[in-house]
């Protein structure tokens, strides 16, 4: 079974700050993981993932097989960050997704 | 220039009467998807359809089913809906390759269901 979790539900910081939003998750085989991002009066959109291992709005994740999580950094949040953010997980062959319950961001002036 | 729409954005219907949404794309993808998202919780894949193929998820209740009658357009039919089906209903599509197995899924901006 696959399991994705995500600690925090809400998640406030000022504007400059660094900010990390967790993702843990449980699966036997080498996953995929993903954040997915969702903006005010947005749809549900793909952020980040981590085979890309790019850095997309100053954002990065490194997938850590070890302790099973992909947080989500950046260095210095803006208040255009402030969104609900989602991890997801995709194992083996299987192309469906597997959605944490989603961090609340919200970016202070 | 929207690429899943999903229609109508709000939905009320009463108790027990039946009620059909309905989603479109126009990215020609294979894979079509619905996920219920309840307040607070995780989307949850209720079903999807790969090309024709229907393929259900293990709870997804006997209420819930779906139709896909060409590739642009998927509908979500649910027979008979309880207070407990109020949610928001997403519909997601993807261009699934043999490999790598996974593409990007492209959500619509979802139908939020109220059942009186």
């Known amino acids: 079974a696959q399991r994705v979790t995500q600690p925090e539900k809400l998640l406030s910081v000022f504007k400059g700050a660094p900010v990390e939003l967790k993702c843990n998750y449980s699966y036997s085989g080498s996953p995929e993981l993903f954040w997915y991002v969702q903006y005010s009066r947005q749809r549900l959109q793909l952020l980040l993932r981590h085979i890309s291992r790019e850095s997309i709005k100053g954002f990065t994740a490194d997938l850590n097989k070890g302790e099973t999580s992909f947080h989500l950094k950046k260095p210095f949040a803006q208040e255009e960050d402030s969104a609900m953010y989602y991890c997801?997980?995709?194992?083996?062959?299987?192309?469906?997704?597997?959605f944490g319950k989603g961090t609340l961001l919200t970016v202070n002036p | 220039d929207a690429m899943v729409i999903q229609n109508p954005r709000y939905q009320v219907t009463q108790f027990g009467k039946p009620v059909t949404l309905s989603c479109s794309q126009t990215l020609n993808h294979n894979v079509m998807y619905w996920y219920q998202q309840k307040s607070s919780q995780a989307p949850k894949l209720l079903f999807h359809?790969?090309?024709?193929?229907?393929?259900n998820e293990a709870d997804t209740p006997d209420n819930f089913q779906s139709r896909r009658p060409n590739t642009s357009f998927c509908f979500l039919d649910i027979r008979s809906p309880g207070l407990g089906d109020a949610a928001m209903y997403l519909c997601?599509?993807?261009?699934?390759?043999?490999?790598?197995?996974?593409?990007?899924?492209?959500f619509g901006p979802g139908t939020r269901l109220t059942v009186l």
């Open positions: 997601a599509t993807s261009r699934v390759e043999r490999d790598p197995p996974y593409n990007e899924q492209f």
């Open positions: 359809y790969y090309d024709k193929d229907f393929n």
């Open positions: 997801a997980l995709r194992g083996g062959s299987n192309y469906k997704l597997t």
